[in-house]
């Protein structure tokens, strides 16, 4: 199968700087697929590259096969939800949405009618006679959304939509676009730092850092199995073992991951693997407990289930964890 | 802009501020009463009659409508091409980022700083180096250079509130460079360009010193008025003309003023 969006060692330079350098990429069809990284990873720069405002500094780019270097956006069959939405204050909401039926020609009934429609999709029937200034920020991103889907892209680009809406409008956003994405079976491509997000929603995740990807696969893949030191901290948090710690433990050679909830207090029983320390700090958090220990000079953080007792800091405490929670990271 | 009432004024403030006003009206207030005195050589004050008989000598006299012509044609082709140019030059500057950028905004608002006189002489000189001869061209140029700074003004002022993305999202929804200019920079800049063109206009159509240095026999409507007045002729005609020239520059400079003033909502809404 053709893949709808391919990578191939695409870079993207900036004079000096390597915005997105070397980055290979497959993107199904029908995927809702997830770009994480922090800030100036070269998430966004991807994204651009895909939707045309960039081109690649070299490599090879195609969208369901057809080259894209050199294809204008107004060529690419793709759209793209902007982070500030992007919405033209002149216009009405109606005539924001059918914008892009306008510029290719169609008729004036049967634009108005597209553009009810995809407004109706969005949840926001009868808004149409309305200026986006006259709209609430989850408003104006449904509208975004309404522009950008009128047009049936093969590819619908997200760059940070959520970022400016508070969290409980977020939450219910990310529901109705999960939704939508699983009706209308288009590849959504989706750019967040926000690690909750990007796990939540997508069917696979790209971790970026400087510009490289540093791990491709399902969120729950790269959770359990994080590639890299990078990946295991960025994405929830992880304690890392070092090299000397594992081969104290007899775990072999190598760095390794290990989730904080994976880990319990109490000594090791049957295949389970024991750790002493001494309690250094816990905290409440509410349904999950997490407590810091020194292990031999490591700080372990154990996220623990609201119920157990937590040590008083400065008390000594066991803790275990099971052979497969451990992860071996291939580069550190 | 509606004022809150704060303290008052003391008499001698709103004294000296009416003072000021007259004097700086009260001498144009002249100019249109001339217009319609039956003396035609001196200006003696008060006018011994007044009279419209002015009015229909002045329609009668083919080099005041040859000059009237030349200047409207002057000044229409100069803000066309500002229109162009400074418009361009707006959206290079505020819309990119490229080496020099500062220099070239600074070269480009120059013309109106210089003094008229530096403008009209350089140019003189340039055209003469050139072996351009000096004709109708040659004042459209000289206008065009201080024309372009007032489209550039007021376009560069908007471009900056335009959102760079919106350029983007229309690209991105399939427009060609065409119809984004079209259908989104232009209602968004449309007002800026409008008032920077009338602005241009009228400075174009009263412009005498980059003329004096830059026409061949041609006049235009100020350096015909000039002329006039050295000739104790038929007087009020020159008065009449004037009075012309006030509206015709006075008003696109009102309309201009209007325009702009609402700009930051027409503008500012999407945010």
Redesign the interface.
């Known amino acids: 199968m053709t893949a709808a969006v391919l990578f191939q060692s695409v870079s993207r330079h900036f004079g000096a700087v390597r915005a997105v350098d070397g980055v290979d990429l497959s993107i199904a069809e029908g995927e809702f697929f997830a770009m994480l990284g922090p800030s100036g990873s070269g998430k966004t720069t991807c994204l651009r590259l895909i939707?045309?405002?960039e081109q690649p500094t070299s490599g090879h780019i195609e969208i369901f096969g057809e080259t894209a270097e050199g294809v204008?956006?107004?060529r690419r069959n793709?759209?793209?939800v902007?982070?500030?939405y992007?919405?033209?204050?002149?216009?009405s909401i109606l005539d924001n949405v059918a914008?892009?039926l306008?510029?290719?020609g169609v008729g004036k009934a049967e634009r108005r009618r597209a553009a009810e429609e995809a407004l109706a999709m969005v949840a926001l029937p009868g808004y149409g006679a309305r200026?986006?200034?006259q709209l609430s920020g989850g408003q104006r991103q449904r509208v975004a959304l309404a522009?950008?889907l009128v047009?049936r892209p093969r590819v619908l680009l997200l760059d940070e939509p959520l970022g400016a809406l508070d969290l409980k409008l977020r939450e219910q956003m990310q529901e109705e676009l999960k939704t939508l994405q699983k009706t209308l079976g288009l590849t959504f491509v989706f750019v967040t730092h926000d690690q909750g997000e990007a796990l939540s929603m997508a069917d696979r995740v790209a971790v970026f850092h400087d510009g490289k990807v540093r791990q491709v696969g399902t969120p729950e893949e790269i959770y359990r199995r994080p590639r890299s030191r990078f990946v295991a901290d960025f994405v929830g948090s992880s304690n890392i073992l070092s090299p000397a710690l594992c081969a104290a433990l007899g775990l072999g050679a190598g760095t390794a991951s290990l989730r904080p909830e994976q880990i319990s207090l109490g000594p090791a029983t049957g295949d389970r693997i024991g750790l002493t320390g001494r309690a250094v700090s816990a905290s409440f958090l509410g349904p999950v407990n997490r407590l810091t220990a020194d292990c031999g000079g490591e700080r372990i953080v154990a996220a623990l289930p609201a119920g157990v007792a937590l040590p008083a800091p400065g008390a000594e405490v066991t803790l275990s964890f099971d052979r497969s929670a451990l992860h071996l990271m291939e580069d550190a | 802009m509606r004022s809150e009432h704060r303290a008052k004024a003391p008499f001698g403030l709103k004294l000296a501020a009416g003072l000021g006003l007259l004097f700086l009206h009260l001498p144009i207030l002249l100019i249109f009463l001339y217009a319609f005195t039956t003396e035609e050589k001196s200006y003696r004050f008060p006018p011994p009659g007044l009279t419209l008989e002015w009015l229909a000598v002045t329609w009668g006299r083919a080099d005041v409508w040859a000059a009237l012509t030349l200047s409207l044609k002057v000044a229409s082709l100069a803000t066309a091409i500002a229109l162009v140019l400074g418009t361009l030059c707006a959206a290079a500057v505020s819309r990119s980022a490229f080496f020099g950028r500062e220099v070239v905004s600074l070269l480009v608002i120059l013309p109106i700083a210089l003094p008229g006189i530096i403008t009209g002489i350089a140019l003189r000189s340039a055209f003469s180096m050139a072996d351009i001869p000096f004709s109708f061209f040659t004042i459209v140029l000289g206008h065009a250079t201080f024309c372009i700074v007032v489209v550039y003004n007021n376009a560069v002022a908007r471009f900056r509130r335009l959102?760079g993305?919106?350029v983007?999202?229309?690209?991105?929804?399939?427009?060609?460079g065409f119809?984004t200019f079209r259908?989104?920079i232009l209602?968004?800049i449309g007002t800026s360009l409008l008032a920077g063109g009338m602005l241009a206009f009228a400075l174009s159509f009263d412009e005498v010193i980059v003329t004096t240095f830059t026409a061949g026999q041609q006049s235009t409507l100020p350096i015909w008025m000039l002329q006039e007045l050295i000739r104790p002729r038929q007087r009020p005609v020159t008065n009449v003309v004037a009075m012309i020239v006030v509206l015709v520059t006075l008003l696109p400079i009102l309309a201009a003023f209007f325009l702009t003033r609402d700009g930051d909502s027409?503008?500012?809404?999407?945010?």
């Open positions: 939707a045309g405002f204008p956006p107004y793709v759209n793209t902007f982070q500030d992007a919405l033209f204050p002149h216009l914008y892009g306008m510029v290719k200026k986006p200034g522009r950008a047009n | 959102s993305s919106l983007e999202a229309s690209m991105d929804l399939g427009a060609d119809q259908y989104v209602p968004n027409i503008a500012g809404g999407g945010k």
